[in-house]
């Protein structure tokens, strides 16, 4: 007879490693319990799986301690972001149009 509860994937990853487990957990479970209950945070020092963003299929989680799992879900975990994408994208555009006034 299978265990009760539903099994779901955990991922985590830096851009030299990274980890995906699999875990039973009860059927209620929510994002945070699954990326707490991961034990990831023994393999990336640092990271706060308290606090840490998360997602499900690559879809940020906007409450992840009121969402439920489903049988099957990969829940994700995000790191903080280095720099503001915006801002980036206004860099790079700003480089671009000099570049192209100085041809």
């Known amino acids: 007879m299978a265990e009760p509860g539903i099994e779901v994937e955990v991922v985590y990853a830096l851009a030299d490693q990274q980890r995906l487990v699999s875990i039973r957990l009860p ?13 990831l945070d023994a393999s990336f020092p640092g990271l706060d799986l308290l606090n840490a963003p998360l997602g499900l299929f ?3 989680v906007a409450e ?3 969402r ?3 049988k099957g ?3 994700e975990i995000y790191r903080p972001l280095l720099a503001d994408p915006k801002e980036v994208r206004k860099l790079r555009a700003a480089r671009a149009k000099e570049r192209a006034g100085q041809s």
Do not use: H, N, Q
Request: hydrophobic share 30%; aromatic share 0%; no cysteine.
């Open 64 to 66: 992840p301690e009121k």
């Open 58 to 60: 690559g879809k940020r």
């Open 27 to 39: 059927e209620g479970a929510s994002v945070r319990d699954a990326a707490v209950r991961s034990g």
């Open 68 to 70: 439920l799992l489903s």
């Open 73 to 75: 879900d990969r829940v």
